[in-house]
């Protein structure tokens, strides 16, 4: 007995860690029940590597290995530990509480360890003061439930030594050190980590350091930043910085020229900052977001009385309960308009008692069939009025008109083209020019009839081959003179809004797809031009209307490269004079895509209203953006996005001298809100470090 206490006092685990689940016993640790769902197990397998007892678990669709402590473990512990095998599955952590079904924040795996494979098992340890992917301090709750979900392809993996931890030692250690601006080092450290050893040698020849702010950013508490000032500025050559025992070593270029000119200004549009279904005035705040979009493919069957909508093809056809009451309406896109809407919460198109022979059934409702058959044509399917209730102008203007919060822009459903697929069960049929046509004629006398001074956003289309085609195919644009869809679109409407006297329409665009077939006559076929070609056909074809990106994304929304992405199209809707944009979809506040907004607007800092002109030398596209506003005139600010894998050295003329206020994201240092001031002199040299995005604002 007192050669166990002793083995446990010296041993891997604290007296008071709680165990989850420990080889040897092939169950979860007394204290703990098994609640898991959707998955097949074994909880004494010794398939895994080295023949460790493990808990294999292959989970369903959305299936967990679920742990339910009899006992709330509440904030009592500092983290959670286990050894996973699997190739890198698809499962994510998150903590619950039976008591208030409260949920934590769900954790990917992969934004802990990307290395996880099947030849050995890969130490997970989670910090509860230091959440991975930047999601910060496990809220205060009465946790007792610690999930491992599989997601929706399900998970294969073993999972072994499963803890909570009573106590994470951070170790000391310098995490970053890098060139910033024009003299300046940021280095990121995590611990108590000793910063004075700290040296730098510039081009062979030491320089002195003054420590300058030190930095912690709310959402990433455990990792901090010091600035230093550099006693010699940045320069061409080698930079060398020593920390103990550690080396950042870095070659900065030569400088590229940047001349900005602040009397050549342009709007930016306040619109452009925009995201679909922000959650809470918090997150508005925080990142800046200007534009609320509520939309996408189930808000087409938006029913208000009782607030129903229906997933289409997106969730097996289903009736649900969703609502934009709730959101914080800045400016709201609003769908519906095929003439059918929601008639309850929980009807859906293709029960398998009707139709047993489908492709696959929700895992949640295993009577809910996606409306395939298994040689992959769709059922016929029932009349709508199984799950939907019929639908008109006169309804749809009597919500406009209950509406507490008035939407400033309607849009004339969503991808209505591919109705066709998204909505099989309500609309069947290929939509072709006409009918989308005079369903955007009708839906926008409506809002302009009910709200005055709605704007209304149509084609709201999906992808770059319905811009010049319809879902009819090629017998479509013969039929219509062989002229492509949106320019016979815009002088369509044109025509209508010389008759009724109103000019309706936005052109609203998704995503942008490659293939250019021979049939369509667009100039320049090979190069999408994205914003200038549409804003080129509005010229021609119909004056006046504005261009909207309702749904757009960076396709890698927890990655850096995401990040970057996203700070440079930010930066291209303004200069190109975009009218408005929604990204896809809500995007996480502290991954990179919400700092990307963060970096422009975020926490009451926002750049500039008006674009200026940015001239560079030999600077490809490629690897840099750079953007430059004025607010009111003055206060220059400056957006530079580093997409290089080495830091960018920039000779920046006319700028005017003084203190700028800084943020910055990405580089070694990572996706946290790192910050200071600086002090920039006229015709300074700037330096960005690789795969980082520069925020700077004069004081
Ligand atoms: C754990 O729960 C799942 C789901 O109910 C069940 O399939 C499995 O057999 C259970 N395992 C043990 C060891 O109780
Ligand atoms: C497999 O995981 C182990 C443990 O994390 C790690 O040491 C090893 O490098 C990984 N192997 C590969 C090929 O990633
Ligand atoms: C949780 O509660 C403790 C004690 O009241 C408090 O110190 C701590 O800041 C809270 N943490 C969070 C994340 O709210
Ligand atoms: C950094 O540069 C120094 C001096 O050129 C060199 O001695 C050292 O090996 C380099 N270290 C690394 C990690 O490249
Ligand atoms: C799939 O099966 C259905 C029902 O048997 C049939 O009507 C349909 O033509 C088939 N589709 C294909 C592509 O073979
Ligand atoms: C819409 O439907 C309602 C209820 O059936 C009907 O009273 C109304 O006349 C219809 N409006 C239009 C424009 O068809
Ligand atoms: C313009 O609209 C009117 C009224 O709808 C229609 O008669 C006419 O044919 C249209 N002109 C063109 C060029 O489409
Ligand atoms: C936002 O700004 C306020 C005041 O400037 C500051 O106190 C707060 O910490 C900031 N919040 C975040 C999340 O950066």
């Known amino acids: 007995m007192i050669f166990g206490a002793l083995l446990l006092s010296f041993g ?20 703990w029940e098994n609640w898991s769902w959707s998955s097949t197990f074994d909880f004494a397998s010794t398939a895994g590597p080295g023949g460790v007892e493990s808990i294999s678990v292959n989970t369903e669709e959305f299936g967990a ?43 990917p795996l992969a934004s802990m360890s990307t290395v ?17 992917g930047n999601e910060g301090i496990l809220p205060n709750n009465t946790w007792n439930l610690v999930n491992f979900q599989g997601g929706q392809n399900g998970a294969v993996y073993f999972i072994t030594n499963i803890l909570l931890l009573d106590e994470i030692i951070v170790p000391p250690l310098i995490l970053s050190a890098e060139p910033i601006a024009g003299n300046m080092l940021a280095v990121t450290f995590q611990g108590d980590a000793d ?31 010091t600035y230093f000032t550099l006693s010699t500025p940045l320069s061409a050559g080698s930079l060398v910085i020593t920390a103990g025992s550690t080396t950042f070593n870095y070659t900065i270029p030569a400088t590229q020229s940047l001349t900005i000119d602040i009397t050549e200004t342009k709007d930016i549009s306040p619109s452009i900052y925009g995201v679909n279904f922000p959650p809470d005035a918090d997150y508005i705040t925080l990142l800046g977001v200007t534009m609320s979009r509520w939309g996408g493919n189930a808000v087409t069957a938006y029913n208000p009385n009782g607030a129903f909508t229906n997933a289409g093809n997106d969730y097996y056809f289903e009736n649900r309960v969703s609502s934009p009451g709730g959101r914080p309406l800045l400016a709201a896109g609003l769908s519906g308009g095929l003439d059918w809407v929601s008639k309850d919460a929980t009807s859906y198109s293709y ?21 395939l058959l298994p040689n992959g044509s769709w059922v016929t399917p029932p009349p709508q009025s199984n799950v939907y209730t019929p639908w008109n102008t006169s309804q749809a203007a009597a919500m406009l008109s209950a509406m507490p919060i008035k939407p400033d822009v309607i849009t004339v459903d969503n991808e209505i083209e591919i109705a066709s697929s998204t909505h099989q069960d309500m609309h069947p049929d290929p939509m072709g ?59 369509q409407m044109n025509n209508a809004s010389v008759q009724a006297g109103k000019h309706p329409t936005y052109i609203d665009e998704s995503w942008i797809g490659t293939s250019v077939p021979a049939q369509w006559t667009e100039p320049n076929p090979n190069a999408v031009m994205l914003i200038p070609r549409m804003q080129q056909l509005i010229d021609q074809f119909y004056p006046g209307t504005r261009l909207s990106v309702s749904e757009w994304s960076s396709t890698d929304d927890t990655d850096i490269t995401g990040g970057l992405v996203t700070v440079d199209s930010l930066g291209i809707f303004g200069v190109y004079g975009l009218d408005q944009a929604t990204y896809w979809s809500e995007p996480d506040q502290k991954g990179p895509i919400g700092l990307a907004f963060w970096l422009y607007r975020g926490n009451g800092t926002f750049f500039g209203d008006k674009s200026v002109q940015v ?52 580089g070694e240092a990572g996706v946290a809100k790192w910050q200071t001031t600086i002090n920039i002199a006229a015709n300074s040299n700037f330096v960005v470090p690789s795969y980082t995005a520069v925020f700077i604002q004069q004081q």
Request: net charge negative; hydrophobic share 40%.
């Open 351 to 371: 029960p398998r008692t009707t139709y047993p022979d489908q492709q696959s059934f929700d895992p949640f409702n295993s009577d809910a069939g996606d409306g």
């Open 433 to 491: 020019y006409d009918e989308e046509l005079a369903r955007v004629i009708m839906t926008a006398t409506m809002a302009k009839d009910t709200l005055p001074n709605v704007e209304v956003a149509a084609p709201s289309t999906c992808a770059w081959w319905y811009y010049w085609t319809s879902d009819i195919g090629y017998s479509d644009n013969a039929a219509h003179g062989n002229q492509d869809f949106i320019p016979w679109f815009l002088s």
């Open 195 to 225: 910063l004075s050893q700290l040296s730098a040698i510039i081009n062979g020849a030491q320089v002195s350091l003054t420590q300058s702010v030190t930095y912690s950013p709310p959402d990433t508490p455990s990792q901090t930043i």
């Open 65 to 107: 290995l679920s742990t339910f402590a009899e006992t709330a473990f509440d904030n009592n512990y500092a983290g959670l530990r286990f050894d996973i095998s699997g190739a890198q599955p698809d499962v994510s952590i998150y903590f619950s509480s039976s008591l208030n079904s409260v949920s934590s924040t769900s954790l």
């Open 615 to 666: 001239t560079t030398a030999n600077v490809s596209p490629d690897v840099l953006g750079v953007y430059a506003s004025t607010s009111d005139g003055e206060k220059v600010s400056i957006v530079i996005v580093n997409k290089d894998v080495v830091p960018v050295n920039l000779a920046i003329s006319n700028i005017p001298a003084g203190t700028y206020f800084l943020r910055h994201f990405g």
């Open 116 to 132: 996880v494979n099947t030849s050995a098992f890969t130490t997970i340890t989670v910090d509860f003061n230091n959440l991975p």
């Open 12 to 31: 891997v685990l604290a007296a008071a860690d709680d165990i989850i689940y420990a080889p040897g016993t092939g169950a979860l640790a007394s204290g």
